[in-house]
């Protein structure tokens, strides 16, 4: 519960930072967090107490391996999500890159179209 | 970007001792990513960090990062493609993405030939599209788009 | 056919590649590859329909083995019915049109392989996205589509481009994390992601209230960003207009359709279920916002004077026509919507093609600074009135059929106030266009207009074509247009007292996800 808690906690930090800050680049760092916290949400779903790496090695038992492993379909799930953040991640520095060649500046109250 | 000469000789020396071990590495994990943690994405990773690493070592214009950067794009999307075929291979096998290849003992490298080539295709287009993305952002240079396609 | 299924992804996306692979060495290659393999898809679309309508499976569901012979086959689930189909071939069809259209607008931008790459990549994304059959690959397919939409909203690389592709991929960016938590609540209260099995487990009420309720809250924050729902549009208005003009037509007539409305009508209908305990709520939920997108974005619409503007306002403004009519929630009210929602496609991707070739002709958006284009330009005039008249809902064009449609839909399900805004809206539209047809097609000629010429055949063709069909959609909707809209619409609703529709595609997805 206490994870659960704090992916809500990284969530509204992420939010925070992107709603609230004016610098560009504290709005994309707000971004990421957002989605780790989505991410942290996402891995804590397949997760038992004590469980172990749902990868089988040889020798082991199957029954036993099913029984203490952990979910694997969200670690698959956030993999993917990771993937996903990574190429909006370079899109989104591109783009900062971009405004900041044209500006001189990341401040989003300079700017004609970012206000609000 | 960093000087153009790169950093200290200390840095340049350990550098050359570890690229190839970490390349050697980021392809181990690719290599048996069916039978143990990892695979093709981390994998790529690694590869890209140990270009990554080149670059910051000796500067943008020599050594092995310099080369990889000028193919990185076409290396990007032929590991795309290679994959696209690959799974297209399953056809023969009975459906998209099927595994064609004759399986093996289980957990061993050849257990499941087919899943270890669109490993490396994901290498390939993982390792050469994130270190492409670190060119197009640290040179400053190069289209904003900078396009990635989910890998799963 | 079944087999062909996932093609629809893989054909996009192995074009979006061989471009980029080209990019350097054969520049040329990219526009050809991808209207091949538009063109492909196109035909695809064509024979999954004329397949349904001869009576063989039309339907069909795909996955990946990894164990053979275990009971349950995990995989990938690509799932097309009938409402997968119509969205296809929607798809297929604007993107050829748009190709072509590109072929000589584009000429003024750099790195043209790169724009077929992204292009590409969208229609993969799209594709996906309608045929994907369970909740995270709707997800991921999504994110490809949306990735890309950023990049191509920021293709013209100037300051404004750039503001409005930061602030759309934002906005997206927090839309998708919403779904994405949606995902896992749904993932976390019933263990399956398959979006049959949670419709099934829905229906049977084996998952709590509470996380139904929050899962349907998500869905719609995110996927009404996606779909530029009115307290969620600030992006719209300018993330749209500053794409090239093909790019627009794309975004504006597919994108936030595929992404938003299928993707709601899917969830809704057969994940959540519209007939559960939420029932009545998301269908008062999604009245209320049609109606606030319907007529806050033909009123925002009045004031502007950049045409591109205005038309995403409009855009806005029919999206809530669609959302009101699925929110009458019988089959009539569906069917009504899905045919707004193909007649949008087509009409306003023929205006935001238009506006390009008039940006392009007078050298200027703002539509005060034209006139009497019908004198210099007669190709692209008459596109552009066609697609016009659609919109402002004159018959015999196909946007008076749905919009009727929608009103007796709406009257039909004991909802005259909404009827009444929709009647509003539908009057205001047609006040707006009557007053871009005066402005900028007829009307007194600007002297520095007199030399001007009209646009390649190239690029006033795919906007005739899309007008001609404008027309053709609406004389055909007695002729046969109906059956497959209807079967498309019957595919999430059939209007018995009971809904069976979500059951025969839990059957589809089973019975055609476990081969022999």
Not at chain 2, 46 to 62: D, E, H, N, P, T
Not at chain 3, 72 to 87: K, R, T
Not at chain 3, 131 to 137: E, Q, V
Not at chain 3, 346 to 356: N, R
Request: hydrophobic share 55%.
């Amino acid at each position: 519960m206490m994870m659960y808690a704090l992916a809500a906690v990284l969530l509204g930090v992420g939010l925070y930072g992107l709603l609230v800050k004016r610098h560009l680049l504290k709005k994309v760092l707000g971004l990421l967090i957002v989605e780790h916290a989505v991410n942290l949400f996402l891995i804590q779903l397949g997760y038992i107490d004590g469980g172990i790496a749902p990868i089988r090695t040889a020798g082991e038992e199957a029954a036993a391996f099913v029984g203490n492993a952990v979910d694997p379909l969200p670690q698959v799930l956030v993999l993917t999500s990771i993937v996903i953040g990574l190429g909006l991640a370079m899109l989104m520095v591109a783009l900062t890159l971009r405004i900041y060649q044209r500006y001189g500046s990341l401040d989003a109250d300079r700017m004609s179209e970012l206000k609000g | 970007m960093s000087d153009p000469q790169g950093m200290s000789i200390v840095v340049r020396v350990v550098t050359r001792w570890l690229f190839g071990l970490i390349l050697i590495f980021g392809l181990a994990v690719a290599l048996f990513g069916h039978v143990t943690p990892g695979g093709g994405f981390a994998g790529g990773t690694i590869v890209a960090c140990a270009f990554v690493l080149a670059i910051l070592a000796f500067g943008g214009s020599r050594g092995p990062g310099a080369a990889f950067a000028r193919w990185a794009s076409s290396l990007d999307a032929t590991g795309a493609l290679s994959f696209l075929v690959l799974a297209i291979l399953g056809y023969t096998a009975g459906s998209f993405l099927h595994q064609w290849a004759a399986r093996g003992e289980l957990f061993t490298l050849g257990s499941t030939p087919s899943i270890v080539l669109l490993n490396l295709a994901i290498l390939l287009k993982v390792g050469a599209g994130l270190f492409a993305g670190f060119i197009a952002v640290a040179v400053f240079e190069g289209a904003a788009g900078s396009e990635k396609g989910a890998d799963a | 056919m079944v087999d062909i299924i996932p093609l629809f992804v893989l054909i996009p996306l192995g074009a979006a590649f061989v471009c980029l692979l080209a990019k350097k060495k054969l520049p040329a290659a990219a526009p050809t590859v991808s209207l091949a393999s538009a063109l492909a898809l196109l035909a695809m679309a064509v024979a999954c329909h004329v397949e349904g309508a001869s009576g063989a499976s039309i339907a069909g569901a795909w996955s990946l083995e990894l164990h053979g012979g275990v009971a349950f086959i995990p995989g990938i689930a690509l799932v097309l019915d009938g409402l997968s189909a119509i969205f296809l071939l929607l798809v297929a069809l604007v993107s050829s049109v748009v190709i072509v259209f590109g072929l000589r607008y584009m000429d003024s931008y750099d790195g043209r392989p790169l724009y077929y790459a992204l292009l590409n990549l969208l229609i993969a994304g799209m594709n996906g996205a309608v045929l994907a059959g369970d909740l995270f690959n709707l997800y991921v397919f999504i994110e490809i589509a949306s990735i890309a939409s950023y990049a191509l909203v920021a293709f013209g690389t100037g300051g404004h481009e750039i503001e409005a592709a930061f602030k759309y991929l934002m906005l997206g960016a927090v839309a998708s994390a919403s779904i994405l938590i949606g995902v896992g609540i749904l993932y976390a209260s019933t263990g399956l992601l398959n979006m049959a099995d949670i419709g099934a487990m829905v229906a049977a009420g084996n998952v709590s209230e509470g996380a139904l309720l929050a899962a349907a809250a998500l869905f719609l924050g995110g996927l009404g960003l996606k779909a530029a729902m009115m307290p969620f549009h600030a992006w719209l208005p300018d993330a749209h207009p500053s794409a090239p003009a093909p790019i627009s037509a794309m975004l504006s007539g597919l994108l936030i359709k595929t992404l938003g409305i299928y993707a709601l009508v899917r969830i809704l209908y057969v994940v959540i279920g519209m007939d559960g305990p939420l029932g009545g709520s998301l269908q008062t939920i999604l009245l209320v916002l049609g109606c606030v997108s319907m007529l806050g974005g033909v009123l925002l619409g009045l004031g502007q004077t950049d045409f591109k503007r205005l038309l995403a306002y409009h855009s806005i403004s029919q999206m809530g026509f669609v959302l009101v009519a699925l929110g009458a929630n019988t089959w009539l009210g569906v069917a009504a919507g899905l045919f707004h929602a193909v007649n949008h496609a087509l009409f306003k991707g023929a205006l935001f093609l238009s506006a390009g070739s008039i940006e392009r002709i007078t050298g200027t958006r703002d539509l005060s600074k034209m006139g009497g284009l019908a004198k210099v330009a007669p190709m692209t005039a008459v596109g552009t009135a066609g697609a016009a008249l659609s919109i402002a809902g004159v018959p015999p064009f196909n946007g008076f059929w749905s919009k009727l449609l929608i009103l007796i839909a709406l009257f039909q399900a004991g909802l005259p106030v909404v009827a009444a805004a929709a009647a509003i809206t539908a009057v205001l539209t047609l006040v707006c266009f009557t007053k871009v047809q005066r402005k900028a097609l007829f009307g007194k000629l600007p002297d520095r207009l007199a030399t001007a010429k009209d646009v390649p055949l190239s690029m006033s063709m795919p906007v005739l074509l899309l007008a001609l069909l404008c027309l053709l959609g609406g004389l055909m909707w007695p002729l046969g247009l109906d059956d497959v809209i209807g079967d498309a619409a019957a595919a999430v609703r059939t209007d018995a007292e009971t809904n069976d529709a979500p059951a025969s595609y839990r059957k589809l997805v089973h019975d055609l996800g476990r081969k022999p």
